[in-house]
């Protein structure tokens, strides 16, 4: 129910803007690249690839279910590379679809809805991702904030495709 809640809020929050301001994003190819980016060092546990996307003041907040402990968490972003330099890390397949990107000059929204499937593990949730980025030299995350969904029931709700061919990034045409 609050799902449905935040994404009637989100979906009112976009026809309610001024259309000067949710103009298709004219760097939007180069802004999802980045995006693919983060999911694939993630995939791959690759802290170097996943810093260098991250700008040094970066913030992760999530987002979790009512009934957990804590329900919102703030993280330092590179601090997420930690468990990656460490050999702790646990590899999973974040994929995701039907992304929503604005853009007014140098700063950037993306919402979009995702699947996180754990390598050793099978399903662990769904949910919606948001980021936003900011542009000096090139496209870098400044604010990563998610919601973990743990039932399949969210991945009906945010529309999860059956053609898995519509989910980004195509984990299967890169190479380890």
């Not at 799902?3 to 180069?30: K, M």
């Not at 399949?152 to 890169?174: H, I, K, M, T, Y």
Request: charged residues 25%; negative net charge.
């Amino acid at each position: 129910m609050h799902l449905r809640r935040s994404l009637a809020a989100a979906l009112l929050l976009l026809v309610a803007t001024p259309a000067v301001l949710a103009q298709s994003a004219p760097d939007e190819r180069e802004i999802l690249k980045v995006i693919d980016g983060f999911f694939l060092a993630l995939h791959r546990g690759d802290a170097d690839a996943f810093e260098a996307m991250m700008r040094a003041h970066s913030r992760v907040v999530i987002v979790r279910p009512e009934g957990s402990e804590p329900q919102v968490e703030m993280r330092e972003g590179r601090a997420m590379a930690e468990p990656m330099r460490s050999g702790s890390w646990s590899p999973f397949r974040e994929a995701y679809w039907s992304p929503t990107v604005l853009q007014r000059g140098r700063l950037a929204t993306v919402w979009l809805p995702y699947e996180l499937i754990r390598e050793e593990g099978g399903f662990s949730h769904c949910g919606i991702d948001q980021f936003t980025l900011s542009k000096t030299d090139e496209w870098r995350i400044d604010f990563v904030s998610f919601t973990i969904e743990p039932t399949r029931a969210a991945c009906a709700e945010l529309g999860l495709p059956n053609d898995r061919s519509l989910l980004r990034p195509q984990f299967d045409q890169v190479t380890p």
